[in-house]
């Protein structure tokens, strides 16, 4: 079992930055393949990006590639979402996922998920 908590979530202006934490327990966090979603208002939730066990490999959304990155801290059991220049179209809540073997864009391959936190970016 993992349980995930996000946190870092708020109300920030369009280009600023925000860093987002997925904070884990159980002992299979370092094993388990970790992803970010979002799920803006009246919409479906969607991916954003992943990283690897080791954080050797990150994947991003387009959408996203060269403003968000991704990383963890297997000794903390934490991953992050690092977003900068944050755009108004950012605006969902974020939802870290775990444990994902593979087509690891799909919220339907995760086992685990967070309770979400809220990111607003106003124009």
């Known amino acids: 079992q993992v349980q995930l908590v996000e946190s870092g979530g708020g109300l920030v202006q369009a280009g600023g930055s925000l860093r987002l934490s997925c904070a884990a327990s159980g002992r299979t966090f370092a094993t388990a393949f970790m992803g970010w979603f979002r799920q803006a208002p009246g919409k479906e939730r969607t991916f954003v990006g992943a990283?690897?066990?080791?954080?050797?490999?990150?994947y991003y959304v387009d959408a996203v590639k060269g403003r968000f990155t991704i990383s963890r801290d297997n000794a903390k059991y934490t991953m992050y979402l690092q977003m900068n220049s944050l755009k108004p179209e950012d605006t969902a809540v974020y939802y870290c996922?775990?444990?994902?073997?593979?087509?690891?864009?799909?919220?339907?391959?995760?086992?685990?998920w967070g309770q979400g936190t809220q990111v607003t970016v106003a124009s």
């Open positions: 990283i690897s066990q080791s954080g050797g490999a990150t």
């Open positions: 996922a775990a444990e994902c073997a593979n087509s690891c864009y799909l919220t339907s391959q995760y086992d685990f």
